[in-house]
């Protein structure tokens, strides 16, 4: 939808309860990006080790290969140098980093986050 539209318009019972931007619906997720980690070893501490402005979303720990996203308040190169001291003792598979996305915006609006 992002690549269609310029404007969002959210409707509730057929009334008109918000409407702008695409570019600030997609700030009211909460966070400006999702970061996510495969990794194998084990995180010691990540509560401790995480960087300010980072919270986990969902972190879990298996014997082969474990995953761990984090929703990021808003991008810096700090954050991201923090990130990579969080994982310096894991061997890592994989990042993806992306933005937030609309329905995730959405959710948060509508109530239905997790």
């Not at 400006?32 to 401790?48: M, P």
């Amino acid at each position: 939808m992002e690549r269609l539209a310029d404007r969002v318009v959210m409707l509730d019972q057929g009334q008109v309860t918000a409407e702008m931007p695409l570019a600030k619906f997609a700030t009211l997720a909460g966070f400006a990006a999702v970061v996510t980690v495969t990794y194998r070893g084990s995180l010691a501490d990540v509560q401790r080790l995480l960087p300010a402005g980072a919270v986990v979303d969902r972190h879990t720990e298996e014997a082969g290969s474990s995953t761990l996203v984090l929703k990021l308040r808003e991008w810096s190169g700090d954050l991201f140098a923090a990130l990579g001291r969080l994982v310096d003792d894991v061997e890592v598979e994989d990042i993806d980093v992306r933005p937030a996305r609309l329905e995730e915006a959405f959710a948060t609006l509508s109530g239905r986050a997790r």
